[in-house]
């Protein structure tokens, strides 16, 4: 199919489906709601044909260009039909479990990921590792057939929910830094598990503390080499950091726009609007950019990070702006309208840390992208 096409239809089936899809959340909408409401637009995207566009046939997908699956999530958050921050964990996981699970392990697995019958989290940040990452310690140990994983990660998002996690463990020695890392594929319901949420400002449990006692994981669970699971995380990270956020310029588009049909007659400093509608434009260009890239099977690297810095930049700039302008639009309130600017303001602080500080994308914009200083 088209893109031209896949759009017109969609557009169309959108249309004729947007109330069966419409979460119907008060102010007190518990993550819970909106985890099982993605479950099921998910489900109905997969079931009608939308969702599987843009993935390969191998993997559950209809083919067809990586086009399709981002004028999707654009779509959908455009209508305001699913919370975005949730919605990206397709695009950062399954890529990357494509590239580098056993075949008949990703063309087992993809499928229910796509359909919203499972949720898979990201196990790569531990409680001193997170920019640091090539240090961490969760502790892999050969044992015949299987591996044996004792450890702890952090800030895993979505853990509490998940059927199965990309995890990062440490199979080299101590010091093997980089080098010494196995990515692994886990079952969550796993002996020996134990996930404890860990609530966030914003008011949601989105993400949890896991602890791995002497898990056993089969090593056909092994994504890539032993020991080369740090090329795993770098072919994952810059999903993170750039396709997996498409939808995410659709979002605060759409933030803006209710913004200016609802602030108050001169509410809005035209300066500072003009500012943040220059920044959340120059973040869908880049982000284009990036998509048509991707669509021509270019393979994606450091230069997502770019992608990173204008998300978290503007991200806070739109939220800056409603707090700026309509106080009242984050005040203590029990309207479901005040509830969604107070938890995007909140929520928006995090852009600056997820998928990579701020800090250290810029660092790697300037040793890798601008040649300044050395590569570490
Ligand atoms: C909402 C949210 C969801 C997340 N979901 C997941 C998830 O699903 N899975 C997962 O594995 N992780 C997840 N994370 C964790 C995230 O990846 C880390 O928080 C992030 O990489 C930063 O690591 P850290 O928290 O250990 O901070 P640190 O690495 O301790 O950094 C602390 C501060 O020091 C700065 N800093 C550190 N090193 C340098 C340096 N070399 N130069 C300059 N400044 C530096 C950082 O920029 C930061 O400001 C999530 C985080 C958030 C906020």
Redesign the pocket.
């Known amino acids: 199919m088209e893109l031209r096409e896949f759009r017109a239809g969609l557009d169309a089936w959108l249309d004729e489906h947007e109330h069966e899809l419409s979460p119907e959340f008060g102010p007190d909408v518990a993550f819970d709601q909106e985890v099982e409401h993605l479950s099921l637009v998910k489900r109905m995207t997969y079931d009608a044909g939308w969702m599987r566009w843009g993935w390969p046939e191998r993997v559950g997908g209809l083919g067809g260009s990586t086009l399709m699956r981002a004028y999707l999530g654009e779509a959908l958050a455009s209508r305001d039909l699913i919370e975005p921050?949730i919605y990206s964990?397709t695009e950062?996981l399954a890529p990357t479990m494509i590239e580098f699970a056993r075949p008949e392990l990703a063309a087992e697995t993809v499928p229910r990921l796509l359909r919203g019958d499972e949720t898979w989290?990201?196990?790569?940040?531990?409680?001193?590792?997170?920019?640091?990452?090539g240090s961490l310690a969760c502790r892999a140990r050969r044992d015949g057939d299987s591996w044996r994983v004792t450890g702890q990660?952090?800030?895993?998002?979505?853990?509490q929910y998940a059927h199965r996690c990309v995890l990062?463990t440490r199979t080299g020695t101590p010091e093997s830094g980089s080098r010494g890392i196995t990515a692994l594929f886990v079952d969550m319901d796993s002996p020996g598990i134990t996930v404890r949420p860990i609530r966030?400002m914003h008011g949601r449990d989105?993400?949890c503390e896991v602890f791995f006692d002497d898990v056993r994981v089969p090593t056909d669970r092994t994504l890539g080499e032993v020991d080369g699971g740090w090329a795993v995380a770098m072919d994952l990270l810059p999903y993170e950091r750039s396709t997996s956020l498409w939808h995410r310029s659709a979002y605060l588009r759409q933030r803006l726009g209710h913004l200016l049909a609802t602030a108050p007659d001169g509410a809005l400093d035209p300066a500072d609007l003009g500012e943040v509608v220059q920044m959340a434009f120059a973040f869908h260009a880049r982000s284009r950019g990036t998509q048509h890239r991707m669509a021509r099977g270019e393979r994606l690297g450091a230069e997502t990070s770019v992608d990173k810095v204008l998300l978290a930049t503007t991200e806070q700039a739109v939220f800056d702006l409603a707090a700026d302008a309509v106080p009242a639009a984050l005040a203590v309130g029990d309207d479901a309208d005040a509830d969604r600017w107070r938890t995007g303001f909140l929520?928006s602080r995090?852009a600056?840390?997820?998928?990579?500080?701020?800090?250290?994308q810029?660092?790697i914009i300037a040793r890798r992208l601008l040649d300044l200083g050395t590569d570490r």
Do not use: H
């Open positions: 921050g964990m950062v989290c990201q196990g790569f940040s531990e409680p001193s590792t997170g920019s640091n990452l990660k952090v800030w895993t998002s979505l853990a990062l966030a989105e993400f929520y995090a600056t840390i997820y998928g990579g500080s701020a800090e250290i810029r660092d």
